[in-house]
């Protein structure tokens, strides 16, 4: 697909933007027409997903253009209402694609779910259910396996088992964990089944095989999915020429270094890094949304990962090699995410959003998802430690002051422009601007 029917994409209307999509393959015309009739979720098929429906909420979804992972390009739909997020992935995609582009690597794809019992408190059982635990691995397996059968013809399955025990406040707590391999699907629905089975099953069993007398020695307290999904990795990273960073006034060797010092204090000091994870997420949730896949699950997933070694840091780092002159950049975390299954095939944008991206498979989504990410970081990075990330944040901020104070079309850049160059960026200041273009509109 040629780069140049993506040329000024942002500034041609709603309808023009649809028709590229349709000329280029990507959407079909029924679904452009779909678009321009306004049509998406109705408040019937709402009143079916959740309760007390009084209507839907609608935020914009746009796309991402300049996305390259492992030499392919995408297309790559965004659900935010951030005005800098979609602007950001564009162009630090650009800039990525003058170096390596975003190589990406699903590193391993398994749901984690746990089964808890609890027991008394005491070292020599600890030790007896640890053994159980080792002991038994096939046969639990063979309970989650007969609990939910459908997933073993398209390969799935679980596939490991792992036991752990906690001390607290003299109660101990007994976990089964179980990696399951879900296919397409995030799979939360199917992990709860095989995990309530084993739960069921294995406290009867440790309680025949590890109780003195009558009396049983566990209790099964739950069975859950994990969102602590850190058997579900994506790892993805890029090499950018530091000449592709510069600012004016500051060479791009500087900028370089600089967004690698920024990535260090992420490593150390956690209101940076929480900050410096956010920035990852604004791209990351925003793709997750639009794909119908559960953003909270995600969020969840990423900040338990970022702090794995026992301090919060910074998800993705960068470095710069002053020989070669390059930054290079790394981000690795959980991507527990689905192609089937929950909100996907019912949400009419999530369907959309399946035709943009090519109907991939998820192992490949995650990777797509996992450069988005990258890509937000280098673009906050970048400004951060070069102009500021005010500047352009308050160009953005004007806009919707803009249509805030009831600018329409053609108004709310004419408005922005003005206010930006003003030292006042609120709603009195844009009400007053606003006043006078109107004015100066209806003198001529």
Known sequence: MSKKIWRHFHKKTLAERWQVLEEAGILAAETCQALAEREGMS?????????????TYQIPMGLSL???????????PMVTEEPSVVAASNFAGQIVN????????VISRLMTGQVCLTGPDNVDLEAAFTDWVDNHQEEILDWAKSAYPAILKYGGGPRAV?????????????LIYLDVDTQEAMGANMMNTMLEAVKEQSCLALNQA?????????????????????????RVQCEIPARK????????????????????LAQVDPYRAATH??????????????????????????????????AYRGLATWSYDEDKETLHGQLCLPLAVGTVGGSIGIHPQAKLSQDSLGHLPAQELMQVIAAIGLAQNLAALRALVSEGIQSGHMALHARSI????????????QLASALADSSTINQEKARELLAELRQDKSDH
């Open 98 to 105: 003058a170096g390596s582009g975003f190589q990406a690597e």
């Open 162 to 174: 792992r036991s752990a025990y906690y001390s607290y406040q003299g109660r101990g707590f007994y």
């Open 402 to 413: 803009a249509i805030q104070v009831g600018a329409e079309g053609e108004e709310v850049a």
């Open 43 to 55: 408040l019937e098929m709402a009143d079916q997903m959740i309760e007390n429906v009084i209507t």
């Open 210 to 234: 590890l109780a003195e007398d009558e009396a049983p020695l566990f209790d099964p307290l739950m069975a859950i999915l994990s969102n602590h999904a850190d058997q579900c990795l994506v």
């Open 245 to 264: 960073l510069s600012r004016p006034g500051l060479a791009g060797s500087l900028v370089a270094q600089r967004i690698a010092y920024a990535s260090d």
């Open 66 to 76: 300049n996305l390259k992972v492992n030499d392919r390009a995408y297309i790559v």
């Open 277 to 310: 994870n956010k920035g990852i997420m604004n791209g990351i949730d925003a793709v997750v949304l639009a794909t119908g896949n559960d953003w909270r699950a995600i969020e969840a997933g990423a900040h338990s990962y970022a702090v794995k070694d026992g």
